[in-house]
DNA sequence: TATTGTTATACTCTATAACTATA
DNA sequence: TATAGTTATAGAGTATAACAATA
C-alpha cells in the first residue's frame, strides 16, 4: 500500500515526500485565495492580522504587535501607517510613554474587521472543504505544534 | 474546556482562530530553518525544488517544471539559468521541439540534490520533533487535501 | 493560432543597518 | 544604555504584458 509518506517515484522526486514543501504551496494557495475573497477592500494578509491584533489590543504599540505577528519595527511603519490612511487605525502617542504611540482601531476598522471576517469564513470553508471539522481541529492543533512558530 | 478552536481571546484576536494565519507562520519558520540548514550551498526553496523535479524527469523543459511547482514561465527563466551558471542543470535544445530546452541534472546537480536532502532532513526532523510519527504522516495527509493545492 | 522561452516591469514581503527622540 | 519608531536599502518571490521563434 503507498503512502503520502513513500512517494518517492511521482513528479516532484523527493520533494514530494518534504512536510515543509506541502506547508509552503498550502500556504501559497492560500494567500491567493484570500486575496480574492478580501478583492476591493484594500485589505491583505498581514493589514487583517494588524488589524486583528489592535482590536483585541487597545492601546498596543507597533512593537508589540509585530512581536505577536512575527513582523520587524522596521517593516511595521508602512504598514500601520497604511491602516491609518485608511482610517482603520488611530494612532496617538502613548500616555505613558512618548516615544510609542497607541493604536486603536477605528468604528470604520471594527466595520472593516468584520466584513473581513465573514468573506473569510467563507475562504476557510472553501479551502477546508475536503476536511471534516475534526480534521480540521487537528490540522490547526498539528500546526501550532510546529517548531520556531511562536505565536 | 477551551481548545484551539474557541481562541478568541486571545492576543492574536479572531487570525488565532484561522487555519491560514497558522499556515503562513508555520510556512515561514520553515522557510527561515530551511534557508539555515542550507545555508553556503548557494540552494533555496524554490532552487531545490527545481532540481528535484527535474532530477526525477530527465529532459523535462522549463514550463512542465514551472507546472509541476506552481511557477510562472517568466518566473522560471532566471532560476534555471542560476541553476545552469551553479553548473547544477544542464540545458540543450530538445531534440522534438526546437521551441523548448531539455533539462538534466549534472553529476554536481545530483550530488547537491543528496547533500541538500541529508541537510533537509535533519531540518524537518527538527522543525517536527514536537509530532510523533503518525503525527506528521497525518500532516503531511492534511496539508495534501487542501483545495487548490494542486501538486 | 498556440506554445516555449524571453524581457521588462512592478508590487509585496522580508531583512539589515543607521538614525532620532525619548526612557 | 536601552527602547520605540523611523528611514533607506536590498533581496527574494510573484504577477502581468508583450515579444520572437517555432509548432
Redesign the pocket.
Known amino acids: 500500500m503507498a503512502t503520502a509518506a513513500d512517494d518517492t517515484g511521482g513528479e516532484l522526486g523527493l520533494l514530494g515526500e518534504l512536510v515543509g514543501y506541502h506547508l509552503r504551496r498550502a500556504s501559497?494557495a492560500f494567500a491567493?485565495d484570500f486575496a480574492r475573497a478580501l478583492a476591493g477592500t484594500g485589505m491583505?494578509?498581514?493589514l487583517f492580522g494588524i488589524l486583528s491584533v489592535v482590536s483585541v489590543n487597545p492601546g498596543i504599540?507597533?512593537?508589540?504587535v509585530g512581536t505577536h505577528l512575527g513582523?520587524?519595527?522596521?517593516?511595521?511603519?508602512a504598514?500601520?501607517n497604511e491602516l491609518v490612511e485608511m482610517g482603520l487605525l488611530e494612532r496617538k502617542t502613548s500616555d505613558g510613554?512618548?516615544?510609542?504611540?497607541s493604536l486603536t482601531a477605528s468604528r470604520a476598522g471594527s466595520a472593516m474587521l468584520a466584513e473581513c471576517l465573514v468573506r473569510i469564513r467563507a475562504h476557510e470553508a472553501e479551502m477546508l472543504s475536503d476536511l471534516t471539522p475534526t480534521e480540521r481541529t487537528r490540522l490547526m492543533e498539528l500546526l501550532t505544534k510546529i517548531r520556531g512558530k511562536v505565536a
Chains 1, 2 share one sequence.
Open positions: 501559497a491567493v491583505r494578509q498581514v504599540n507597533q512593537g508589540a513582523i520587524q519595527r522596521a517593516n511595521m511603519v504598514l500601520i510613554d512618548r516615544r510609542a504611540f
